[in-house]
């Protein structure tokens, strides 16, 4: 773990993390591990999709999509085999959360994997892991192998006469394979560039079968939603956004960390009052509340909802949960450019106006923040970004775009100032030399 | 309640404003271009995998300010489609825009400029000035082939050269490396091509970033001069648009997707013409003078030889007659005819690279069996025995993939080693040359469940067992063609045109058959032997009396440094004539460039002919193609497509062929993508290209 718990955590799927040896699966058996999947086979599938739906647990992987609509949409009784896919690529700027899940409490995400395998009448699954997250594969085959020995993976689970086998897949370092299509690609050994959609995984992802793709998190919860009903969970956050989530905030706050907070949290309670709030004397800038893809916030529109819609009518986003906090010490400008620098290094390069739009931005926000530059330069970054935004191949031009462009809009006097502060020295260096 | 109602067999749209109709999943981009309204694209091309990654193609639809891409949406009921609304057009200012941050301004060095797409739309859609003041991105400039040059600055990364080499030719390989701005097209193996060397790449790249090394920096497009022509190879007849500067060819291709191969060439199409400028072309007749053979004037060489045929006529000796499988129609009709009316002889031959005789005669009294090119592509099946497609036929090759990719047609191949086919075919099985007639038995019940069958044959499959094959065919109980495969420009026309001692055009058999080609020699003790574009004698001797030897042919080969004789002679590219396909279709060859000296083998004969003093009629392409027209069962062909370029089907021969041919003399060249007889032995670029000479049924 990061930090020490707050005291205002809803700890569910979190309940286990400081127990000791908490990833063996003697500590997960000891804390009703596997209980929901026990559960899961006496429902059966369509009870268990009820139950999901039930929950109002939106993805929490970044784009928030309603889980147990997603789960309805995979096509149970196809010919073709069905795949799930775990989504471990966690790679946005600001969030550190699946690992968290991965190293302390694995086994509730094979259980999750699992309970959807069951569901969809699947036999293969597999986790992909981002390629960083080197020493946690090791963690997480180890808990597979006790799942195995355990009858909880394999032939003939739990007497059903279902098989599933699950696999770790390793990333290789591409932000891109986060998005779902992308990964599928990884996974099939091609180049990690997203397909076109329609069709959709739903019906032809993995080998153009029928695949169902969620995030770490999203299998993690469906095991304490279908264990403990789904009322338990939902009752945390607002009728649209069931639960909890591990919302993980940086930046300028005392207390950085992963703090699982019910949906119905707000930002400033989560700044101040988990998070202990600025540093003495200091005042607030600016926020990202879903990591470096989401739109800033200025202070005064800080007031908000950490649920996807409230975020989604603030003209931001909930995202993947990694809020990130800046105070008046931060030079935006310096900030924008290492967003920028983010998304061209990843960028992925299939379609033209991510691939040059991202090198072009960085080029001009290098210079501005080098002070180089006028403000036609900081209009043009506005520009480009507009020009970028709704026109990619898919969502990472927008995350490039969607932040660039807010960052330039809401701290344009920031721009100016740094501009003729440079500026302002050029000419007296100039007038040093003359003089 | 559900209803069921029947598919929709029209959709209702609207264009810019106007109502339109279309059939059921028509693509945006199509449509447009039907109507005639340009939606540019870079990474769409019709026939490869949609992809919708350049995202010129946006157009706006339903008046939602998320703009689509044209080349992957489908035209809806009711939907409302905007291609120049404001919108729109800064969607493709901007995207330009985005592509000239890195792409450099290379026009006035690049190949490329004049016919270059990208230059085409920001002339039409960009900006007149860019806005980016920054340093671009910059990688030098690789090699990948003595042929495939690689620019990864102006590449735009299309994936069109990817998908070409890959889904067109079956190759695979181009790939991309590295990721974002870094992306580069590379081989895939290594970082030198192992491929095809066939240049589509090149041609299908819509910038200069794949350029061709032996085109390179020597001319801008619009100072050549481009002629339509039928390749000189293989026998599959591509046509191939020969550029042309000051009688030089600079460069082939088809880049105007015309003929029977629209954008298909191979290397020997694409490149294989640099032979017709050889240093070692003959330019001058030769004789042989005090056992030398020296250079002479025209009028002296043909009286000479003319001298010699007169004498030997009248002395009633022994005239023996080589043709060529590379001359024309024309010159094919003007030589058996100079031999049998001007010399009385039937023995003129040439060498044989398939049963086309035997098939002609299985298939008397069917109508319709014999395939054209657009069978290849259309047949719902297709059976492939005893050739190396890909290789040998490529063409044919990859008018089947083309079939098996757009329409799943299911091919089987029956060959003795590994084929390329093998990868997509329904059935493969490895049979040695002369058992495929009996292995096909295993494969009956298979066959006849198809709805047609397109049945393509190679040497192996001759004589008795072509017959055996037709019967097998007509035993299933649907429909069949047939095509007998055989190796070069004209084969087929020489067969047609009776450049055989059994037939005589138009496969009419001869009262008194004359000497086969083995026959003359060996042993034949003839008392002159002339030798038009053929090559027999390179790798073995006459034996028996040594006749009076006349070549004609573009080099000293083997054959010419054994004449007493030797006249220079066009090439395919220098003269007007017409050629026959594999499949049975003519189309015309057009003079490109000249070489001094040289002379059309039709007017050689001509000339001759008139320093007989014989009546054989006028020596013009014209005139000649006018009497075949009269005269050959079958080349009745439509005047109209034959002239404009196209290509023209013979019809088809019905009735029997009753000769007695001797199947032992069908033999392949078996030539791969890198030979075509001595021809390519002169190419500077199929020597340069490290995968020559190449290798039929290479294992995997």
Known sequence: ??????????????????????????????????????????????????????????????????????????????????????????????????????????????????????????????????????????????????????????????????????????????????????????????????????????????????????????????????????????????????????????????????????????????????????????????????????????????????????????????????????????????????????????????????????????????????????????????????????????????????????????????????????????VSAELVMIG | MATTTAPPTVINAKLNGQDIQTKPGTLLINLTKELGIEVPAFCYYEGFTLQAACRMCLVQVNNSPKLLPGCTTMVTEGMVIETESPLVVEARKSMLEFLLVNHPLDCPVCDKGGECELQDMVFKYGAGESRFVDIKHHEPERAFSPVVYYDPARCILCYRCVRVCDEGYGVNALGVINRGVHSEIAPNLGDQLNCDECGACIDICPVGALTSNTYRYKTRPWELKHVGTTCAHCSNGCKTTLGVRNDEIMRANNRDSSGLNEEFLCIKGRFGFDFNHHAERLQSPLMRIDGQLQPVSWSKALSAVAAKFLEVKAAGGKFGVIGSNRTSNEENYYLQKFARHGLGTNNIDHARTGDVVTLVDALSGKQGKLATMADLYQSKAALVIGSDLSQQHPLLAYELRRNWRHHQARIYAMTPGPVREDKYAAMKARVPAGQEIAALE???????????????????????????????????????????????????GAIDMGLTPELLPGFV????????????????????????????????????????????????????????????????????????????????????????????????????????????????????????????????????????????????????????????????????????????????????????????????
């Open chain 2, 442 to 492: 295993g494969w009956r019940d298979q066959l006849a469940k198809e709805g047609e069958l397109l049945i393509l044959f190679g040497d192996s499959v001759k004589g008795e067992a072509v017959r055996q094959l037709v019967d097998f065919g007509e035993s299933l109980g649907i429909p069949v063609k047939y095509v007998a495969l055989v190796d070069y420009a004209n084969s087929r």
């Open chain 2, 509 to 700: 058999p001869s009262q008194k058959p004359g000497l086969t080609m083995p026959d003359m020699l060996d042993g034949a003790d003839l008392d002159v032997l002339w030798i038009v574009g053929a090559n027999p004698l390179e790798r073995r001797s006459l034996t028996g009396k040594r006749p009076f030897l006349v070549v004609q042919d573009l080099f000293l080969t083997g054959t010419a440094s054994e004449a007493d004789v030797v006249f220079p002679a066009a090439s395919a590219y220098e003269k007007k004539g017409t050629v026959t396909n594999v499949t049975g279709e003519v189309q015309r060859l057009s003079a490109a460039v000249k070489t001094m000296g040289a002379k059309a083998d039709l007017e050689i004969f001509g000339l001759l002919g008139k320093e007989m003093g014989l009546d054989l009629g006028i020596w013009t392409a014209d005139a000649v193609f006018a009497e075949i027209r009269q005269n050959v069962r079958a080349y009745n062909v439509t005047m109209p497509i034959l002239a404009s370029g196209g290509a023209a089907p013979t019809t088809p021969v019905n009735g029997r062929v009753n000769v007695e041919m001797r199947p032992d003399l069908i033999q392949s060249a078996g030539d791969t993508l890198f030979t075509s007889g001595s021809m390519t032995k002169y190419s500077q670029v199929l020597n340069s290209v490290p995968e020559r000479p190449g290798q039929l049924y290479k294992p995997v």
């Open chain 1, 1 to 426: 773990m990061f930090n020490q718990p707050s005291p205002h955590e809803v700890k569910i799927l979190t309940r286990c993390f400081g127990v000791e040896n908490s990833h063996r699966i003697d500590a997960s058996l000891a804390h009703q591990g596997y209980d929901g999947l026990k559960k899961a086979i006496e429902m059966g599938a369509d009870a268990v999709i009820n139950e999901v739906k039930a929950s109002a647990l939106r993805g929490r992987g970044g784009a928030g999509f309603p889980t147990g609509l997603k789960w309805s949409f995979i096509p149970r009784t196809s010919p073709k085999p069905k795949y799930i896919v775990c989504n471990a690529d966690e790679s946005e700027p600001g969030t550190c959360k699946d690992r968290l899940l991965i190293q302390n409490d694995p086994h509730s995400l094979i259980e999750g994997i699992a309970i959807a395998g069951f569901t969809m009448n699947s036999n293969k699954g597999y986790i992909y892991v981002r390629g960083e997250y080197r020493y946690l594969i090791a963690i997480l085959e180890t808990a597979i192998a006790e799942a195995y020995q355990h009858n909880f993976l394999g032939k003939n689970i739990q007497g059903t006469g279902w098989d599933f086998d699950l696999y770790v897949h390793s990333g290789a370092g591409a932000y891109e394979c986060g998005e779902e299509s992308a990964l599928l690609n990884s996974l099939e050994g091609k180049r990690g560039t997203p397909r076109l959609k329609p069709p959709f995984p739903a019906t032809h992802g993995l080998y153009q079968s029928p695949t169902l793709v969620n995030n770490v998190e999203s299998f993690c919860a469906v095991t304490h939603i279908i264990r403990d009903g789904a009322a338990e969970f939902a009752k945390h956050g607002p009728e649209k956004s069931g639960g909890t989530r591990l919302m993980c905030i940086s930046g300028h706050v005392q207390r950085p960390g992963v703090y699982e907070m019910p949906l119905s949290t707000t930002l400033p309670f989560l700044m101040n009052e988990v998070a202990g709030g600025l540093r003495p004397g200091r005042t607030l800038k600016a926020v990202q509340p879903g990591g470096s893809s989401s739109p800033i916030l200025l202070p005064e529109e800080c007031n908000v909802g950490l649920d996807f819609d409230s975020l989604a009518k603030a003209g931001t986003m909930a995202g993947s949960g990694g809020i990130v906090v800046l105070d008046d010490t931060a030079d935006i400008v310096s900030y924008a450019l290492r967003i920028i620098s983010f998304y061209q290094h990843e960028s992925c390069g299939w379609c033209i106006p991510c691939r040059e739009g991202t090198t072009w931005l960085k080029k001009i926000l290098e210079r501005l923040d080098r002070g180089e530059g006028s403000m036609k330069d900081v209009d043009l970054v506005g520009e480009l970004a507009k020009n970028m935004f709704g026109r990619t191949f898919c969502a990472l031009g927008d995350a490039a775009a969607w932040p660039t462009g807010s960052i330039v809009k809401k701290f344009r006097g920031e721009f100016e100032t740094k501009l003729a502060a440079h500026q302002a020295k050029q």
